[in-house]
């Protein structure tokens, strides 16, 4: 992947905004430190970043990858879509063009199988990767996965760790959160 100036710094710079701001709430959330109020305008400003999204992929027609908007920036859209979870349909979208780029060196192949699995949970479907979690009554929990034989090897194929070592891994970022002893950043399921 390219590490050239972007051809957008301008968008660069909305996209990595959005997604800071996006993640202090979720932190917050995670903290429960949000009343009813502050959910709401969280779920207003994650909506919002996504439209504005939805308005680059479609000016753009591909995603904003490393050469238009450099690798923070395309980190940065890849968590406004990854968290989009009202809008599955965006989310579907979003995940083919990420795919596009991963073909052509533009994205990180991470980041496309977290968003194709967290599309496929928000439509109800099994995921492929294991990339996605819940919070059960015993801890953290995998979402349910097809063929969870093959788990382990679908993981290794696009760099992911073993399962079970991203489980503890997401574990112990919680606890960590809730603690209150980590940064202010949003803990996504799983993320590289």
Do not use: Y
Request: proline content about 6%; glycine content about 6%.
């Amino acid at each position: 992947m390219t590490t050239a100036e972007p051809l957008r710094p301008d968008l660069a710079r909305e996209l990595i905004t959005l997604a800071e701001q996006s993640a202090a709430r979720r932190a917050q959330r995670l903290r429960n430190q949000l009343d009813a109020i502050h959910l709401g305008q969280g779920r207003h400003a994650d909506h919002a970043s996504a439209k504005v999204l939805r308005r680059i992929l479609a000016d753009h027609d591909c995603w904003p990858g490393h050469r238009l908007v450099g690798p923070d920036a395309a980190r940065a859209a890849w968590s406004i879509a990854l968290h989009s979870n009202d809008e599955p349909d965006f989310q579907r979208a979003a995940a083919v063009l990420l795919r596009r780029a991963v073909q052509a060196d533009d994205a990180p192949v991470q980041h496309w199988a977290h968003l194709h699995d967290r599309a496929l949970i928000n439509n109800g479907d099994n995921q492929e990767f294991g990339t996605q979690f819940f919070l059960g009554a015993t801890g953290i929990e995998l979402c349910p996965v097809r063929e969870p034989t093959a788990l382990n090897q679908r993981r290794a194929s696009v760099g992911l760790p073993p399962a079970a070592v991203a489980l503890e891994k997401m574990s112990h970022r919680l606890a960590s959160m809730r603690a209150g002893q980590d940064s202010p950043t949003v803990v996504l399921a799983g993320a590289p």
